[in-house]
């Protein structure tokens, strides 16, 4: 293969995990179950979509692999995301406040904020998926998988099996409840038996 035809693989490789994202995004209760498992407790989001996306392929993260992929997230996070996340919440704040003529401003400029993050969430897909290389194992045991990919990425805490089980019940929609349940108790379970 040609670098041109590695990088158009890389392209669509790229797109068909952000096409994943945004389907699994709208779908009901996973926005708010993301943004808490962001705001609470420091996940990126990004690599959340990541492990699921993966798993709900077949492929297994291997741990050195979601090592890097942490610090790399966080470096992003840091530099680009965060500032982002920052001017945007701050600008709903003034808008709040604002008198009628000065709303319509600050609304633009939070619409501009709010595109130039989405823009930096997609650069961080690509850099992400572009760390993936042949470094994930496949298996037909995907919502197993997926539950192995995320105890990689999160740091399992009981109060996150709620979010847990919103995912996986996106993700796998045919899934019964009970088996998804017992599944986010695993993503617990295995992360407490791993930290010791």
Known sequence: MNPAQTNQRAD?????FWQFSLEVYARAGVKPALLDLQDRFGADVNLVLLACWLGQGGRKLAPELAGL?????AI????ILGPLRKVRNRLRED???????????????????????LSAERVEQNMLVSRLGGHTTGTDQTLEATIDNLRLVLRPQPV????????????????????????????LLQGETSAK
């Open 95 to 117: 808008l709040a406040l604002s008198t009628e003529p000065g709303a319509a401003t600050i609304q633009a400029l939070r619409n501009e904020v709010l595109a130039a993050e």
């Open 160 to 187: 996150a099996i709620p979010n847990i089980a919103v995912l996986l019940s996106a993700i796998f929609p045919g899934c019964p409840m009970q088996e998804i349940t017992i599944a986010a108790k695993k993503f």
């Open 76 to 79: 992003w996070q840091e530099q």
């Open 12 to 16: 669509i490789v790229a797109e068909a």
């Open 69 to 73: 992929l942490r610090q790399e997230a």
